[in-house]
């Protein structure tokens, strides 16, 4: 049996792992979530999966969890996550330090044998080469988000060196599905899109992202957990086919059927950047297949959303 903790429980790759994770019956999860942005409607209703509202930025309230159930393996995906919300509230992402500390000290407490810590492509700022490799490609971000999450990667590392806690890094880079709110681009486009509302772009729209769909990113992980690969490294995760946002935005109009325009707003005065794509050598080393087109990735969304039981699974704000 392996006892799993997942913060961020209620998000959308937290939870997406948590239903990827219950499969194995000899897994015991729990989600830890103070739904701030995640959603109750997103956590599996499962035997072996529990979850417990709380926050990790609260050391009195975790402790009181990691010491009750002593895990195996901890998923520290609890973060204020969004490119707008995370500029416009820069002291509530600073504030996620805690959580990290939080996390990190009570593992090492505890004798958690393995903390899987969520980055983010955005630690790598304006790309200074692509593909952007986990060793080679400088880190250059200044915003706070990167900043937490640039520390958070240094924790973990300090962590193994004074204490022998080992670790996985994740450098999550654009990560779509069904429960994605619609902060977040395709969400976003795709709901105007079938709204037959504008969609609207920062920027001319030339900015290039890659996009890895759901299912991808789970699979790779509990790859990682289950044959012990990747401890102590960092690893990309994403997908390395590039679009351009207008070609997103195109490619939505057309599936969709829609009649929306597509409207050209003044550029984000920052944390747009104008490429973004990694190198996931290591992940096509382990998951062995081919990662999801775009284009069918976003057929499954639909079908989903326009499936009437789906209805009232995900709350989409």
Same mark, same amino acid.
């Given at each position: 049996m392996k006892r799993i903790l997942i913060t961020g429980g209620a998000g959308f790759i937290g939870s997406s792992l948590a239903d990827e994770l219950q499969k194995n019956s000899a897994n015991q999860i729990v989600l830890v979530d103070n739904l701030l942005t995640g959603k109750e409607k997103n956590i599996?209703?499962? +035997?072996?999966?529990?979850?417990?509202k709380a926050d990790v930025n609260e050391y009195g309230a975790m402790e009181k969890i990691m010491l009750r159930t002593k895990?195996?393996?901890?998923?520290h995906y609890a973060a204020v996550v969004g490119v707008q919300r995370t500029l416009d509230n820069p002291i509530m992402v600073l504030q996620d330090i805690d959580g990290i500390k939080n996390i990190l %000290? *009570? /593992?090492? !407490? @505890? $004798?958690?044998?393995?903390v899987?810590? /969520? /980055?983010?492509? !955005?630690?790598y $700022? +304006?790309?200074v080469n692509t593909p952007q490799h %986990? +060793? @080679?490609t400088p880190l250059n971000s200044r915003l706070p988000y990167a900043v937490v999450k640039n520390l958070g990667e240094s924790f973990c590392r300090a962590y193994h060196q004074a204490f022998g806690l080992d670790y996985t890094i994740f450098r999550f880079f654009n990560t779509y599905g069904e429960k994605q709110s619609d902060d977040f681009v395709i969400s976003k486009f795709i709901r105007a899109a079938l709204e037959d509302k504008d969609i609207t772009i920062y920027g001319d729209g030339s900015q290039s992202r890659t996009f890895c769909y759901i299912e991808d990113n789970v699979e790779f992980t509990r790859k990682i957990l289950e044959e012990n690969l990747c401890i102590n490294e960092v690893v990309n995760v994403g997908n390395d086919h590039q679009y351009s946002i207008a070609e997103l935005a195109d490619m939505i109009v057309r599936v969709t059927n829609s009649t929306s325009k597509i409207v050209y *707003?003044?550029?984000l005065k920052e944390g747009d950047m104008t490429r973004r794509q990694p190198d996931i050598s290591k992940m096509r080393s382990i998951i062995k297949r081919d990662l999801l087109p775009l284009e069918e990735g976003l057929a499954r969304i639909l079908k989903s959303w326009k499936a009437p039981q789906a209805k009232p699974e995900y709350e989409l704000s």
């Open positions: 599996p209703h499962k +035997e072996n999966v529990m979850f417990i895990f195996d393996y901890v998923f %000290e *009570l /593992s090492r !407490e @505890t $004798g958690v044998q393995r899987f810590f /969520s /980055s983010s492509s !955005e630690v $700022g +304006e790309p %986990e +060793e @080679t *707003l003044p550029p």
